[in-house]
């Protein structure tokens, strides 16, 4: 249970850090948000939970094919902000764009041989 906490106490001072980061100083606090972090956290937590290299590998390429649908997101937003559309209007379009695109790299990587 208090690894647990840890972890989402970890998580939480990740994003709050991020947060109040960007909130002064917006492309620093994209930089940030942009590393790998999350990933590299949640490998360090899989292999300490399971250190086996083929389960490792198989989620570290899973993890680089879906970031690849996550990024028109980062298009679209600033796309639509600039063009008047209201934040959460924004943010839920790329959300519902990343979505769709999820379940297409789904449904069409295995096609190629993609194990997702």
């Known amino acids: 249970m208090w690894a647990l906490a840890a972890k ?3 998580s939480g001072a990740l994003i709050a850090a991020i947060a109040e980061i960007g909130r002064r100083l917006p492309t ?3 930089l940030i948000a942009a590393l790998p972090l999350v990933s590299v956290l ?3 937590l899989i292999w300490r939970a399971r250190p086996d290299p083929e ?3 198989i989620h570290a390429e ?3 094919w879906y970031v690849i649908p996550s990024l028109p997101m980062f298009l679209l937003i600033p796309a639509l902000l600039r063009h008047g559309v209201p934040f959460w209007l924004a943010l839920g379009a790329g959300c519902a764009l990343t979505v769709a695109l999820y379940l297409a790299m789904m ?3 295995p096609r190629f041989g993609l194990r997702l």
Do not use: E, S
Request: glycine residues 16%; charged residues 0%.
């Open 8 to 10: 989402a106490l970890l």
């Open 28 to 30: 620093l606090g994209a």
């Open 42 to 44: 949640g490998m360090i």
């Open 55 to 57: 389960n490792m590998a």
């Open 62 to 64: 899973a993890t680089f």
């Open 107 to 109: 449904q069409i990587g």
